[in-house]
C-alpha cells in the first residue's frame, strides 16, 4: 500500500499527491460531486469512492480519520458535478 495526501476542494476534487508539500506530483485526481462514497463495513478505516468506471479505495490511520474524510467527501456527493473540470480529472 502506498501512502498518499489528500486535498479535497471546495469544487470537490479529490486529489492525491506523493508528498505533502509538492503540489506537482499529484498522482490522481477524481471529481466527487455526484458520485458514491461508502464506508467499508468490515474494515471501519477504509471509504470506497464509486465512479461510473472504477471504485477507488481509501486506507486511513483509524477508523475516525475515515469517518471525517467520509463526512467530507459525502456531502460533495450530494452536489451536482462541476461541468467542465480541468484535463486532469478523471471519474474512472
Not at 11 to 25: F, H, I, M, Q, V
Not at 46 to 66: L, N, P, Q
Not at 67 to 83: E, G, L, M, N, V
Request: charged share 30%; glycine share 8%.
Amino acid at each position: 500500500m502506498e501512502e498518499r495526501y489528500l486535498r479535497l476542494t471546495q469544487d470537490g476534487l479529490l486529489s492525491w499527491y506523493k508528498s505533502e508539500s509538492d503540489e506537482a506530483d499529484c498522482r490522481g485526481t477524481i471529481q466527487v460531486g455526484g458520485e458514491g462514497v461508502s464506508t467499508n463495513p468490515d474494515r471501519k478505516e477504509e471509504i470506497w469512492v464509486k465512479t461510473k468506471d472504477r471504485t477507488y479505495i481509501f486506507s486511513f490511520i483509524d477508523a475516525y480519520e475515515a469517518s471525517q474524510w467520509f463526512r467530507a467527501i459525502a456531502w460533495h456527493t450530494y452536489r451536482k458535478p462541476i461541468d467542465k473540470p480541468g484535463p486532469h480529472v478523471r471519474n474512472g
